[in-house]
């Protein structure tokens, strides 16, 4: 039974791998069907599998594959046409053959597919019928049969001995049907019928002319082929009646006909020398391999994730010592093996990650099939062309990747690319071309995925959004193209008017997003409305071993991985602004929110008096992030550890790395903390109780609350005092800028908000802002702007000049209430008013 | 050279065979001091215990998890006993150590105030947990009797629980 089972994980590897390499060869087949080697290579497959599985016993894979391998026959002897209709049967039934092939694998056994219908639009097609018309009744096969006999003929050199051993009982027994049809024809025409014995008697000795016949056909037929250097096989001219007779002469073809054709070189039931009179044009340049278990290279890994840590630590020790002993002689020699140490570490680190690459190539090779059957099944015209497909990635990752590039690509395909008269009505050629693309980049590899599609609207997407609730208007003011793109990532987005069965079900695209986060990778979207879609996958090449950023965060440490960083600024406080409860910073023409980590880590904030904070600008899949830091420590390789199952999965936190002087360093989750900065309130510009100058002295009742109104409206004055009144906290009125400055300088008053109009004479609401923030003790003094102006760039304004709140005219009271309790961190309830 | 050996081996087992029928009825426990009470745990669960050496805070735990630690390349979990039972926490000393514990599935390290002994055990001296601990959520395995003290006997699968 062991014998069996290692028998059948033999079989079971081969077979995944015969197939995969199947699928493009049989895309590339239908652009050149006349090519004979991909099709020895593919009738080789069928051929493999079905000798395997019937040495085997299994009966289904057997039976499909051998049909498999009659059309196969057919084409490779140039008798029939692969066209698309045929190779859709022939995709069919190699779908179905991966399928048995994983039911064995699952369960050993090959049960519960059913081929049956697959079986029978193969046969056929070997019948020369077109495969719609299989549901054809079965009594027309066997007249086709007949017929067919003739070209079947050629190629009992080819077949197994069972097979030829097959085919000639069933001959056998079709040619008594038939010889019996025949005399009962002649019954009824009246003839006298000869006695049975005689019959047999005739056919004996026809089929001893025949043999001789044949054999003298083959020997000419071989010194022809011999003579012209050739082994493509030939159709001979014999006639059909003749051949239909000379079963017995077949029973002894194997032998005599060692040259037919280019025998498949694995067919491994074939006569020696039949393997020797090939030779093997078709074979590709076999690579020296052995298998390897995936297990031992883990942990092989895992042995050199120690050796480096162990380097960095040699590293550091020799730093250490290199200041105590400066000058003395023994420290050139350390420095040399320490440098020998270290290089040899990183190139045996490179060695073993090269074991474990894998070309790109390997998921690739599943996209010409899956475009094909795509732009069939939608009616479009669509190429896809490969390049790049040699680049190597680490096999987790190369595992990882297929998943989101099959939605990408399904997507461009459905959405991106035109069907054939929407393309010509834009004077775009009929076909539309997907692109693929990997390269190196760095420390990354790159799929570009590209299509000369409709392109992707930002309008269209924004306003899809907002009607399915994905965003609010306010968000989709304030968002660029850039972002706009993003949105196709978010769960429950779909822009395709009608869900196909291709896609639109609005689940693809955020698997994307959180698979390549998963690999920490990066995702970047150019499209161009008309022109196509350029969408960008970065990922790092491996996973166990990374370049890190190590930050320090008080007396802590953290290392982010340095794939999701994109940048580091250093920036003054002063260029952080609040914009609705959270710190946001720009950078160039970007609006960049920004947490701090010491809220994300809950690191006790002790009072940081320094004028500059770090920003680590975090990018992951499309979202983009700034993370304060206190201190920029510098960029060291990790290897990632578990923290085991007690701490595992802990928010915000990857893994952890052991450093160089052995102390455990945490390694960020970027993906998670991204998600957490959203629902964490910012104190990044300052503690509570800091706000509006000396306004910080404590509250007994609400009218210690002080709010000063300026707006030149007068009606608009009462009614933000009207909605303020059930507060019952102070209200002061100015009518413009340059009076509000001067209450606030005259420092009567000690003010916990102001409410600003933009639009007022003399000073406006801006420049007031502005010059508001110049002071030192007003710069938490929170300043609410209450104004009919809605566009982005006036909410873009307001927030550099310091505004914390935009309401937007009208409000309602309670809006205007809430926004100013949570200003003024106003504690009491409203009764007491 | 076999006979030697073999000779060895005899002797090791003379030595070892007198208690061997006693064995099974015999648990060893390691006690220490965690505030004022002293516990134990079995022997067997006891990977190593060290003398504390530097930790790395993990954020958004319990305060009870002081954090991480590096034991030879692995990163281990560093809890604090004091603070999982409910006790002030309090400075480590000279006596402090972190026990490291593991079951099949992990491992961690504990800090506990003091050592004081290996213990044995006869099965018999070992009586259930108290009543009043309520049975699921209960970190006692049972209670044994020694002398003239009391010595609580914790499950060390429970110490290792993720409870959060």
Redesign the interface.
């Known amino acids: 039974m062991d014998e069996f089972q290692e028998i059948l994980q033999d079989f079971l590897i081969e077979s995944f791998e015969l197939i995969e390499q199947l699928d493009q060869d049989l895309v590339e087949l239908e652009n050149t069907p006349d090519d004979l080697d991909l099709l020895n290579r593919i009738f080789r497959v069928a051929h493999t599998v079905k000798g395997a599985s019937s040495f085997l016993n299994f009966d289904i894979l057997t039976h499909l594959t051998h049909h498999m391998e009659d059309v196969l026959n057919k084409a490779r002897h140039g008798e029939l046409l692969i066209d698309a209709d045929v190779m859709d049967v022939v995709l069919e039934s190699i779908d179905l053959m991966k399928a048995l092939l994983t039911t064995i694998r699952d369960t050993s056994k090959d049960e519960g597919i059913e081929v049956d219908a697959c079986v029978l639009r193969l046969s056929a097609i070997t019948n020369g019928e077109s495969p719609a018309a299989v549901e054809a009744p079965v009594v027309q096969e066997e007249v086709a049969e007949v017929e067919e006999v003739a070209e079947e003929e050629l190629d009992y050199a080819n077949m197994s001995d069972d097979d030829v051993e097959a085919e000639i009982q069933r001959l056998l027994e079709e040619r008594q049907a038939a010889d019996k049809a025949k005399r009962e024809a002649k019954i009824q025409a009246g003839e006298a019928v000869p006695d049975m014995p005689i019959a047999d008697e005739d056919v004996d000795a026809e089929i001893e002319r025949l043999l001789i016949e044949k054999q003298a056909e083959d020997k000419a037929k071989r010194q022809a082929k011999i003579d012209a250097g050739e082994e493509v096989p030939q159709l001979p001219d014999v006639p059909l009646e003749e051949e239909n007779a000379d079963t017995p002469a077949a029973e002894a073809a194997p032998a005599p006909a060692p040259v037919v054709t280019a025998p498949a070189a694995a067919a491994p039931k074939q006569p020696a020398p039949e393997k020797k009179a090939a030779p093997a044009p078709t074979a590709t340049t076999v690579e020296q391999t052995i298998r390897v278990d995936v297990k031992r290279l883990d942990h092989l890994m895992n042995l050199i994730g120690?050796l480096v840590?162990g380097k960095n630590r040699l590293i550091k020790i020799n730093d250490d010592v290199e200041e105590r002993y400066e000058g003395e002689e023994f420290l050139e020699e350390l420095n040399q093996v320490v440098s020998i140490v270290s290089l040899v570490t990183t190139d045996l680190q490179i060695a073993v990650m090269k074991t474990r690459m894998l070309p790109i190539g390997k998921v690739f090779n599943k996209f010409p099939r899956m475009i094909r059957d795509l732009s069939r099944e939608l009616g479009k015209k669509i190429e896809l062309e490969i390049s790049g497909e040699e680049t190597e990635l680490d096999k987790s990752i190369v595992e990882e990747i297929g998943d989101p590039l099959v939605h990408i690509i399904r997507n461009s395909c459905d959405h991106g690319v035109e069907s054939i008269e929407q393309r010509i009505a834009a004077g775009k050629s009929e076909t539309g071309m997907i692109g693929l693309k990997a390269y190196n980049e760095g420390n990354h590899i790159v799929i570009e995925i590209t299509d000369d599609g409709a392109g992707m609207d930002p309008d269209v997407l924004r306003s899809k959004s907002i009607e399915k609730g994905v965003i609010s208007e306010k968000e989709a003011d304030s968002m660029g193209d850039k972002e706009a793109f993003a949105l196709i990532f978010r769960p429950g987005f779909s822009t395709a008017a009608q869900v196909t069965n291709v896609s639109g079900r609005g689940v693809g695209m955020d698997v994307v997003k959180t698979n390549i986060e998963k690999l920490n990778g990066l995702i970047d979207i150019e499209s161009e409305l008309g022109k196509g879609t350029v969408m960008k996958l970065k990922i790092p090449l491996t996973l166990a071993i990374i370049q890190a950023l190590l930050v320090g965060v008080q007396e802590?440490y953290y290392a982010i991985p340095l794939a999701s960083v994109l940048e580091t600024v250093r920036i003054g406080k002063e260029e952080i602004y609040t914009v609705e409860n959270r710190s946001v910073m720009r950078l160039r023409d970007e609006v960049l929110s920004l947490v701090h980590i010491a809220d994300?880590?809950?690191?006790e904030h002790v009072f940081d008096s320094s004028e500059h904070a770090y920003v680590v600008v975090l990018g992951l899949a499309e979202s983009k992030i700034g993370l304060i830091v206190d201190t920029l420590v510098g960029q060291e390789e990790i290897v990632i550890?578990?923290?085991?199952?007690?701490?595992h999965g802990?928010?915000?936190?990857a893994g952890?790395t052991?450093r160089g002087d052995?102390?455990?360093?945490?390694i960020v989750d970027v993906a998670a903390m991204m998600h957490m900065a959203k629902t964490i309130k910012s104190s990044v510009t300052g503690e509570n109780g800091a706000a509006g100058g000396g306004a910080s002295r404590a509250k007994t009742q609400p009218s210690d609350y002080k709010v000063m109104i300026i707006d030149d409206s007068k009606t608009d004055r009462k009614i933000m005092t009207l909605a303020l009144k059930p507060l019952g906290i102070t209200l002061v009125e100015a009518t413009d800028g340059v009076e509000a400055l001067n209450i606030l300088k005259s420092g009567e008053h000690q003010f916990d908000a102001l409410l600003i109009d933009i639009e007022m004479p003399r000073m406006d609401g801006y420049t007031l802002a502005t010059e508001i923030k110049k002071y030192n003790k007003y710069k938490n003094l929170p300043l609410i702007a209450v104004t009919s102006r809605t566009g982005k760039a006036d909410r873009m304004r307001g927030v550099e000049s310091g505004m914390v709140e935009y309401i937007t005219k009208p409000y309602s009271a309670d809006y205007l209430q809430n926004v100013v309790k949570r200003n003024i961190k106003f504690t009491f309830s409203e009764e007491s008013a | 050279m076999s006979d030697k050996l073999q000779d060895i081996i005899n002797k090791q087992q003379d030595q070892i065979a007198p208690g061997e029928e006693n064995m099974d009825n015999i648990v060893q426990l390691v006690g220490f001091v965690v505030g004022e009470e002293e516990f134990s745990v079995p022997i067997l669960s006891i990977q190593e215990i060290i003398k504390p050496i530097e930790w790395t805070r993990v954020p958004r735990t319990p305060g009870y998890v002081l954090g991480v630690f590096n034991l030879r390349g692995t990163v281990i979990p560093l809890i604090d006993l004091r603070l999982k039972f409910g006790l002030p926490s309090e400075k480590m000393t000279e006596n402090s150590r972190f026990m490291v514990m593991k079951n099949d599935m992990e491992t961690a390290g504990f800090v506990i105030d003091r050592l004081t002994e290996a213990i044995r055990l006869k099965k018999h001296e070992i009586g259930p947990a108290p009543e009043t601990a309520m049975q699921e959520k209960t970190m006692i395995e049972g209670v044994g009797k020694q002398d003239d003290k009391i010595l609580t006997i914790l499950k060390v699968d429970k110490l290792l629980e993720r409870d959060f």
């Open positions: 120690e840590l802590e994300i880590f809950e690191v550890k578990s923290m085991g199952e007690y701490l802990m928010d915000g936190i952890a052991i052995g102390g455990v360093t945490l």
